[in-house]
């Protein structure tokens, strides 16, 4: 599960999710976790009765590009909800990203 714990906005509830190395799978996050995520700056992550936080950074531009492309190529149940395919260029990829935000996890100590 992740929740956002975002200071004084509402935490939102949490959303069911497994962590596969550099891609987050999971279904659409809604937009109000999002807002959560860059306003605290920061995660929770649980599972399997552990709990663990991460400071969420926003990965823009190219950057974001091999994360959303592999995401895409590797979690078949995601596809409908992007107009650009694991195929496509980077400046297709790139138009997804306002609408498919993408976050670099740091594991809090």
Not at 28 to 37: Q, S
Not at 48 to 65: F, I, L, P, W
Request: contains cysteine.
């Amino acid at each position: 599960m992740i929740s956002a714990p975002a200071g004084s906005r509402k935490t939102c509830e949490p959303t069911p999710d497994s962590i596969q190395q550099d891609v987050v799978r999971s279904r659409e996050l809604p937009p109000h976790w999002v807002r959560n995520v860059r306003a605290s700056g920061e995660v929770s992550l649980t599972r399997s009765q552990h709990t663990a936080r991460y400071r969420a950074e926003e990965v823009t531009g190219t950057g974001a590009v091999p994360v959303l492309r592999t995401y895409i190529r590797k979690v078949r149940v995601t596809r409908p909800y992007f107009d650009a395919t694991g195929d496509s260029s980077d400046g297709e990829l790139l138009a997804e990203i306002p609408r498919h935000p993408v976050f670099r996890l740091t594991r809090e100590s």
